[in-house]
Structures are given as C-alpha cells and as structure tokens.
C-alpha cells in the first residue's frame, strides 16, 4: 500500500549511509564487508520494528516454541528474594524482641531485689 511504502521510504532516509572503505582505511576486505553486513542487518532490524512497534519475539529469534517449564521465571524469582527478605527480617525482629523481654526481666529482677533489701 501507499502509507507502507511512505514508511519504509521514510525510514530509509532515517538510516545513516554505508561506511566506505575510503572513509576509514582499517575496512578493507573481509572487515568493510562484516561492517557492511552488520549495517545491513541493523537496518534490517530497525525496519522491523518500525513496522512491528516491537522487536521480535523469541519464536522468530531462535524458531523454538515458548516452553513453560522452561520459560521465564522472573516473577518467581523476585518473588522467592521478596520472602527472603521478609524472613530475615522476621528473623531479626524475634531477636531484637527476645533481646528486648531479657532486658525487661533483668530490670525488673533488679528493681524487685532492691524493694525486698
């Protein structure tokens, strides 16, 4: 269509012009055609996601399905660091609140011999 091929146009002129080899002199054979290449397959991409308003996703990357077992477990490893955290935290209020209550006793202990002398 029309509005495709604009896009694309347009998207072209956005793209900075390949490196030459008399640009810089180090590109000369088998490095100027690896420059070229990755240059090609950098716009190639960013046409891609000027079409898709996205990259592409790990099927069209690896051509292997999404497995579950086996997927992403991000949220299940934030989640096991969160009740992490929360233990230990737990664990160091009981022994600030243990601390506390020896404190309390050991005073009161103090006071009470002091009212019986």
């Keep these: 269509s029309a509005n495709t091929t604009t896009n694309q146009q347009r998207h072209q002129r956005r793209l900075p012009p390949p490196i030459l080899a008399r640009q810089d002199p180090k590109l000369q054979g088998s ?24 990259g592409p996703s790990q099927y069209e990357l690896t051509g292997k399905l999404y497995e579950k077992s086996g ?37 009161q202990n103090i006071v009470g011999g002091r009212v019986a002398e």
Aim: positive net charge; hydrophobic residues 40%; contains cysteine.
């Design 31 to 54: 490095k100027l055609q690896a420059e070229l290449d990755a240059q090609a397959k950098r716009a190639e991409a960013m046409a891609y996601v000027n079409r898709n308003a996205c």
């Design 71 to 107: 997927g992403d477990n991000t949220l299940k490893v934030v989640a096991q660091r969160n009740a992490q955290r929360q233990a230990k935290e737990q664990a160091t209020e009981q022994k600030r609140l243990a601390l506390l209550k020896q404190n309390l006793i050991e005073q």
